[in-house]
C-alpha cells in the first residue's frame, strides 16, 4: 500500500512462495493494477512489452526508450486517478544480473513521495544470494520489505493438517502421531 521500494518474497522449493502470491492477489484492492509474470526468462524489454500491453499502452514500432516514456507517462496517469502498477514476478531467481539492474531503474518512475509501481520479486533462496552481489548494492538498498519463507515445524504442519480437515468438514482427527510425523518428514 505504501508504493516504496521492491520487496522480495524468498523460500525454498515447497514454503508457499506461489501459495502467498495468489492469496495476496486475491486480497489487492481494486485500486492496484497486477501485473503478474510467472515465467521471468524473458528479456526485461519482453517484461515491459507485456506491462504495456496490460495498460493498453500501444507497442507496435515503438522504440524501448518510447515504449519507457509513454510507460512512465501511464504510471503518471494512474497515479492521478489513485492507482498503483503491482509488478510481482515469480520464479525470479531466474532473472539476470542485468534483469534486475534494469528492474531497478524501471522502479525509478516515482512522484516525490512514492513509487509508481511496486516491485514484488519471489523466488527461491537463490535469489537471495544473487542480491547480495556487489554489482546489486543499489537493488538491494530499495527493498524495503524482505521475507523469507521456511518450512512448516512438526507442530505447524499438525496444526496445518488439523485446520485443513477442519475446514473440510471432519471435526475428528484422522491421523495418528506417527502418520503425522511421517507427513510432516515427507513434505
Same mark, same amino acid.
Given at each position: 500500500?505504501?508504493?516504496?521500494?521492491?520487496?522480495?518474497?524468498?523460500?525454498?522449493?515447497?514454503?508457499?512462495?506461489?501459495?502467498?502470491?495468489?492469496?495476496?492477489?486475491?486480497?489487492?484492492?481494486?485500486?492496484?493494477?497486477?501485473?503478474?509474470?510467472?515465467?521471468?526468462?524473458?528479456?526485461?524489454?519482453?517484461?515491459?512489452?507485456?506491462?504495456?500491453?496490460?495498460?493498453?499502452?500501444?507497442? =507496435?514500432?515503438?522504440?524501448? +526508450?518510447?515504449?519507457?516514456?509513454?510507460?512512465?507517462?501511464? #504510471?503518471?496517469? %494512474?497515479? /492521478? *486517478?489513485?492507482?498503483?502498477?503491482?509488478?510481482?514476478?515469480?520464479?525470479?531467481?531466474?532473472?539476470?544480473?542485468?534483469?534486475?539492474?534494469?528492474?531497478?531503474?524501471?522502479?525509478?518512475?516515482?512522484?516525490?513521495?512514492?513509487?509508481?509501481?511496486?516491485?514484488?520479486?519471489?523466488?527461491?533462496?537463490?535469489?537471495?544470494?544473487?542480491?547480495?552481489? =556487489?554489482?546489486?548494492?543499489? +537493488?538491494?538498498?530499495?527493498?524495503?520489505?524482505?521475507?523469507? #519463507?521456511?518450512? %512448516?515445524? /512438526? *507442530?505447524?504442519?499438525?496444526?496445518?493438517?488439523?485446520?485443513?480437515?477442519?475446514?473440510?468438514?471432519?471435526?475428528?482427527?484422522?491421523?495418528?502421531?506417527?502418520?503425522?510425523?511421517?507427513?510432516?518428514?515427507?513434505?
Amino acid at each position: 500500500n505504501s508504493g516504496k521500494g521492491f520487496v522480495c518474497v524468498v523460500g525454498d522449493v515447497g514454503t508457499g512462495k506461489t501459495t502467498v502470491v495468489q492469496a495476496a492477489m486475491r486480497g489487492i484492492e481494486s485500486t492496484f493494477i497486477v501485473c503478474h509474470i510467472i515465467n521471468p526468462r524473458s528479456d526485461l524489454k519482453e517484461i515491459i512489452r507485456y506491462i504495456a500491453k496490460k495498460l493498453n499502452i500501444t507497442t =507496435q514500432g515503438s522504440t524501448h +526508450l518510447e515504449l519507457m516514456d509513454s510507460l512512465k507517462s501511464e #504510471l503518471q496517469a %494512474l497515479d /492521478k *486517478k489513485g492507482k498503483l502498477l503491482v509488478l510481482i514476478i515469480d520464479e525470479a531467481h531466474h532473472l539476470s544480473e542485468q534483469s534486475l539492474e534494469e528492474l531497478r531503474l524501471i522502479s525509478n518512475v516515482e512522484t516525490p513521495s512514492k513509487k509508481l509501481i511496486q516491485i514484488v520479486l519471489v523466488g527461491q533462496t537463490e535469489l537471495y544470494k544473487t542480491l547480495q552481489k =556487489q554489482s546489486l548494492r543499489q +537493488l538491494r538498498q530499495r527493498i524495503t520489505i524482505y521475507r523469507c #519463507l521456511e518450512h %512448516l515445524n /512438526k *507442530k505447524e504442519t499438525t496444526e496445518y493438517i488439523n485446520h485443513r480437515l477442519k475446514v473440510a468438514g471432519v471435526d475428528t482427527p484422522i491421523f495418528e502421531g506417527k502418520a503425522l510425523n511421517t507427513i510432516w518428514k515427507e513434505s
